[in-house]
């Protein structure tokens, strides 16, 4: 269903606004690099000195004030991006180095982007859960960058990387990027979005609705048989697109699978506990090719936790995460938290 119009301009206002706080206060701390170690979700906010902002900005190729209200004055972009190309040449070869000398100018330090002579109508916060992926961190970086901007979205990119040797938790990671990227919008959408995931059609117009969105409907992984068919209907991994009242309703994701699987599988299930039907776009435009990696750690037990979950998701998710943001770096085409998301608990 689609947005009111003004409604997505607005909010984009707003967060153009909330945005440049958020970075004016991260810039006064630590330059275009932050190193931090923080709890949870709280802040503790102190006003800078707007001189010491604007330069701040500067040397980290933000826009000044006052280029941020000239913006003011621009046309809202057209519904329909007029610069799109439907399917995509899909380069899964190119180095970090290549993406960012290709595209770090016109992309603000930290990795966000708006249309520079348009306002957008939606603003979007990309979340990619990872550990032990750099190869893909440049395709995925060089696909992305080109594909929002064809769709003249607002958007930032936040890796999240999980510290530590414990077994890999996809959710948790999600629900860190979601509450990290929340103190520095709110956007109107956020993606959860893996790193080996590159969407091959443009016309995959990447913004939220009243609905949750599946994305991933058919991967090269699964043959390109859709989600409909070889997955399975309840298939909601790889990548999605939820609003904040979406996240809000089904309390995030769950913290409590470890290893690979089932963590999809039982957002799917908070989302029907709150009867929110998931849509898709038709597969032969939402089809993503799947970067090859190695083996994972399959979580045998997820079958298992997910009959479980009859209704507990008010007692698991952001508001029972706990978590320690280790780092936060600006680079020029992203930016990486380094988060310290626990252990799992000891088997009863
Ligand atoms: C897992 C999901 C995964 C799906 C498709 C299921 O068995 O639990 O997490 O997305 O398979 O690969």
Redesign the pocket.
């Known amino acids: 269903m689609a947005k009111d119009r003004s409604g997505s301009v607005r909010p984009f206002l707003a967060w153009t606004a909330r945005m440049w706080s958020a970075v004016a206060l991260t810039m006064l701390v630590g330059g275009c690099v932050l190193l931090q170690s923080r709890s949870g979700s709280s802040s503790s906010a102190r006003t800078p000195k707007d001189a010491v902002v604007r330069q701040e900005r500067a040397e980290c190729g933000r826009l000044t004030e006052k280029e941020v209200k000239k913006r003011d004055y621009l046309p809202p972009c057209p519904a329909t991006p007029p610069g799109l190309h439907g399917k995509l040449k899909v380069r899964e070869d190119v180095s970090l180095e290549e993406a960012v000398q290709d595209l770090a100018d016109g992309v603000g330090v930290g990795g966000s982007w708006a249309p520079p002579d348009c306002v957008p109508r939606w603003s979007i916060a990309i979340i990619v859960p990872f550990r032990d992926r750099q190869p893909q961190v440049g395709p995925f970086l060089y696909h992305m960058h080109n594909f929002l901007q064809r769709q003249q979205l607002n958007y930032s990119i936040y890796i999240v990387e999980q510290e530590g040797t414990e077994l890999f938790n996809r959710a948790r990671l999600l629900n860190v990027g979601y509450l990290e990227a929340l103190r520095e919008g709110p956007f109107d959408c956020y993606a959860f979005h893996d790193i080996d995931m590159l969407p091959e059609d443009d016309r995959h117009l990447y913004h939220c609705s009243e609905q949750p969105r599946h994305l991933a409907v058919a991967a090269s992984n699964h043959n390109y048989k859709s989600s409909h068919s070889l ?1 399975y209907n309840k ?1 909601f ?2 990548a999605c697109l939820m609003t904040q009242d979406h996240l809000a309703r089904v309390n995030g994701w769950s913290n409590i699978y470890w290893g ?6 039982d957002m799917w299930r908070r989302l029907s506990f709150e009867d929110l039907p998931v849509w898709r776009f038709p597969a032969n435009i939402a089809r993503y090719r799947t970067i090859k990696h190695g083996p994972q750690v399959v979580n045998n037990k ?1 079958y298992q936790t997910l009959k479980r979950n009859t209704g507990r998701y008010p007692n698991d998710g952001l508001s029972t995460i706990k978590y320690i943001v280790k780092s936060v770096v600006r680079h020029p085409l992203y930016t990486h938290i380094a988060a310290d998301i626990g252990t799992p608990l000891p088997p009863s």
């Not at 690979?260 to 599988?265: A, I, N, Q, Y």
């Open positions: 997955v298939y991994g790889g690979w699987g089932g963590e999809d599988d997820r």
